[in-house]
Nanobody, 125 residues
C-alpha cells in the first residue's frame, strides 16, 4: 500500500484545514486508515481512525479532537479525509496517515503496516 498525505499548511487559531490521504496498491475498501500526529519532542499519537468499509467504516476520534475533527473516506477516490475545524495552536504537528490491515483499527503506531509521508500543520495564535 502506498499512501500520500496532503493538505497541511499554516492557519490561524480557529481556522480549518482538510487533510487528504490518497491510497494505492491494495483494495482500498479493505483497509483501515489512521491519522497520527507528532509534535517536536513528543510521541506520535493517534488523532482519528476509520475502519475498512468491509467492517462498516466505523470511526474513532481522540478526545483531544472530538467535536472539532472528522475523519471520513471516499472509496471511489481511494482517499481518506481529516476535516479539522476550530484549530488550536496545540494542534501544530506533522500529521501522518497510515494503513491498518485487520479488523477495526489500531491506536498505536506499531499496529500500522504502511505509512505516508507527513504533512505539516501549523496553527498560529
Amino acid at each position: 500500500v502506498q499512501l500520500q498525505a496532503s493538505g497541511g499548511g499554516l492557519v490561524q487559531a480557529g481556522g480549518s484545514l482538510r487533510l487528504s490521504c490518497a491510497a494505492s496498491g491494495r483494495t482500498f475498501s479493505s483497509i483501515a486508515i489512521g491519522w497520527f500526529r507528532q509534535a517536536p519532542g513528543k510521541e506520535r499519537d493517534i488523532v482519528a481512525a476509520i475502519s475498512s468499509s468491509n467492517r462498516g467504516g466505523n470511526t474513532f476520534h481522540a478526545d483531544s479532537v472530538k467535536g472539532r475533527f472528522t475523519i471520513s473516506r471516499d472509496n471511489a477516490k481511494n482517499t481518506v479525509y481529516l476535516q479539522m475545524n476550530s484549530l488550536k495552536p496545540e494542534d501544530t504537528a506533522v500529521y501522518y496517515c497510515a494503513a491498518y490491515v485487520g479488523d477495526g483499527w489500531g491506536t498505536f503506531p506499531y499496529q500500522y503496516d504502511y505509512w505516508g509521508q507527513g504533512t505539516q500543520v501549523t496553527v498560529s495564535s
